[in-house]
């Protein structure tokens, strides 16, 4: 049974950073292209970025130039480090397999606030 963790979220003031973890169990981790998305309160799941099996990202048009996702086969994890985040950046966030079937982590809630 494949799991996804997610951990790093809080609470952090506009301009700040914070680094997601996303940790997978239970399979073949390299072969997957990742994703993580986010939801806002009252809002749909929005895509944030994802990254494929050999490293090739894509990122929403609003963090471009401000998230990195990245990842490490050997740790089994996916990272998302967020910097220069903004208030409309809270949200609940989600780490996602994007291929070989999808599957969700339970989210981590990212508050950004003074």
């Known amino acids: 049974q494949v799991q996804l963790v997610e951990s790093g979220g809080g609470l952090v003031q506009p301009g700040g950073s914070l680094r997601l973890s996303c940790a997978a169990s239970?399979?073949?981790?390299?072969?997957?292209?990742m994703g993580w998305y986010r939801q806002a309160p009252g809002k749909q799941r929005d895509l944030v970025a994802t990254i494929t099996s050999g490293g090739s990202t894509n990122y929403a048009d609003s963090v471009k130039g401000r998230f990195t996702i990245s990842r490490d086969n050997a740790k089994n994890t996916v990272y998302l480090q967020m910097n220069s985040l903004k208030p409309k950046d809270t949200a609940v966030y989600y780490c996602h397999r994007e291929t070989g079937g999808s599957i969700w982590g339970q989210g981590t809630l990212v508050i950004v606030s003074s």
């Open positions: 239970g399979s073949i981790f390299r072969i997957y292209a």
